[in-house]
């Protein structure tokens, strides 16, 4: 299974992860593997963001993309929202994207059938789907603190897999 991140030893951003606001409001979690629901599907646009006086990230390299929050099932952690943002990209054409390999792994495809569509304006269909997320640290170099990080979005343990893509529409 692909990863969805990349190794790197400087602190990453939202593109590669959950990205916390601090560490009083989001605290470490220890490193492993959670069962979580799909919270929230967003698409965003740089057009949208600048739109309303917001500034695009200058190191985002694409020009849209579907941010995806989380949230762990296991009730004793608190603070159990993580956030993926993947690049939006054509599903038909690009067979290693993030967002494809997030699809696949929600859905319980091990490769998304011709006939599926994504569309934009379903992205609440996919709310309430389980995964799993295998969390990991990072180091923040400017609070030197351990930061937690989606390293992947993994089927749920009771996936099946659809047999058809009008199942999930």
């Known amino acids: 299974m692909p990863a969805l991140t990349v190794n790197n030893t400087e602190p990453t951003d939202s593109a590669t992860g959950f990205k916390q606001k601090s560490s009083n409001d989001f605290p470490a979690i220890q490193e492993g593997v959670y069962e979580a629901e799909v919270a929230r599907m967003q698409y965003r646009s740089k057009a949208e963001f600048e739109a309303e006086g917001k500034t695009w990230p200058a190191w985002k390299k694409h020009d849209a993309e579907i941010n995806i ?32 390999i997030v699809l696949q792994e929600l859905t319980g495809f091990d490769k998304l059938p011709e006939t599926f569509v994504f569309d934009t304006d379903e992205l609440e269909e996919f709310v309430g789907f ?10 923040h170099s400017k609070t030197g603190e351990a930061k937690n990080s989606v390293r992947e979005v993994l089927r749920s343990l009771n996936a099946t897999g659809y047999t058809d893509a009008s199942d999930i529409f």
């Open 130 to 139: 389980d995964c799993r997320l295998r969390i990991n640290h990072y180091f």
């Open 69 to 100: 929050g989380f949230r762990l099932i296991d009730q004793s952690i608190t603070k159990g929202w993580f956030w993926l943002e993947a690049p939006f990209a054509e599903l038909n054409s690009q067979e290693g994207t993030k967002l494809r």
